[in-house]
């Protein structure tokens, strides 16, 4: 794959994210026929991991996505596959730490300098995509991040 056809992966899951979907599934879904899955199945099977994982403020979405991809490229299938099941660990490992370096943590809440988890408990609701929304957020610069980082290994993978 070009390093072209990778930098518009990184900008479909840009243009995924201001469109309203989550941090994962906009990243999910800019690699996600790669691995013969649909846009549809992409952002469904990625849909509960917005918010830091359904709003709790946990993984950031975007970090998640990273995990999910990697899963997808290179996750064992035999479960008593331990070589399979390491390899995948290490390379996930590898991707979370470039994602921490990039932008502080993989924490959602910390991304985003709130008091997390705590009250996200009982607010369920997703917020209104709005201009001040987008203002407030960092949100579209760390699916830039995780799309770039996840391009990046596919590049240099060969």
Known sequence: M????????VARA?????????????VVAAFADLYGLDDT????IA????????RLRMMCGAVSAIVMLVGLDCGQI??????GKSACY???????AQSEAE?????????LGIKGHEKAHSN????????????????AAKVESAARIFANYLKDKG
């Open 90 to 96: 290490k390379v996930v490992q590898q991707l979370l």
């Open 78 to 83: 035999e479960g008593s596959d331990r070589e």
């Open 41 to 44: 199945q992409a952002k469904k």
């Open 103 to 111: 932008n502080g943590s993989l924490i959602c809440a910390e991304i």
């Open 124 to 139: 369920y609701v997703a917020s209104a995509r709005t201009a001040e929304y987008y203002r407030q957020r960092p949100c």
């Open 2 to 9: 070009s390093e072209q056809e990778l930098d518009e992966r």
């Open 47 to 54: 849909a509960g991991f917005g918010g830091g994982v359904g």
């Open 14 to 26: 840009v243009d995924n994210f201001m469109a309203g979907y989550g941090c994962c599934q906009s």
